[in-house]
């Protein structure tokens, strides 16, 4: 019986051995293989840093032209303000001069109703002293204004 215990006790080792190498040949395939997908994970690992990398200088980049983006845009602004100003100022002057060039036609329309007097002949009814007068004073008065406002552009120039 010992013979035979033995030779069981034999068996079972060699089957545990066959066992054994069969398991370990599994796990070189599985380990050569991981090998190869740890290669293309660190390949691909690396091509993340770059990318990555590529991305930061991407984002500093775009930071930068916002950043001048801004100024510019900033200073479009002002230059607008400024223009809108100088436009408003022209409109105002030009609206003071067609009020003015109203009052002209306005007064060019009384005088051509009144009917001219004969060669000779005193005019019935002479303008009065005083509107005419007065009219010179507004018409003087207006180009004063006119041309300190433009001394003024000039010197804000």
């Known amino acids: 019986m010992s013979m035979l215990f033995g030779l069981m006790a034999d068996l079972l080792v060699s089957v545990l051995l066959v066992a054994t190498i069969v398991t370990s040949l599994r796990l070189s395939r599985r380990i050569a293989g991981m090998k190869v997908h740890d290669a293309a994970m660190r390949a691909t690992i690396g091509d993340l840093a770059a990318a990555t990398d590529t991305a930061e200088r991407a ?22 303000d400024q223009h809108a100003a100088a436009l408003s100022e022209k409109v105002a002057q030009g609206e003071a001069l067609i009020g003015r060039v109203e009052q002209i036609a306005a007064l060019s329309r009384k005088l051509a109703a009144v009917p001219a007097p004969p060669l000779g002949a005193a005019p019935e009814k002479p303008l009065p002293p005083a509107d005419v007068l007065k009219s010179a004073a507004e018409s003087v008065q207006a180009v004063a204004e006119r041309a300190a406002r433009r001394l003024a552009n000039r010197a804000a120039a």
């Open 59 to 80: 984002i500093q980049s775009l930071r930068g032209t916002l950043s001048e983006c801004d100024r510019t845009l900033g200073e479009r602004l002002r230059l607008a």
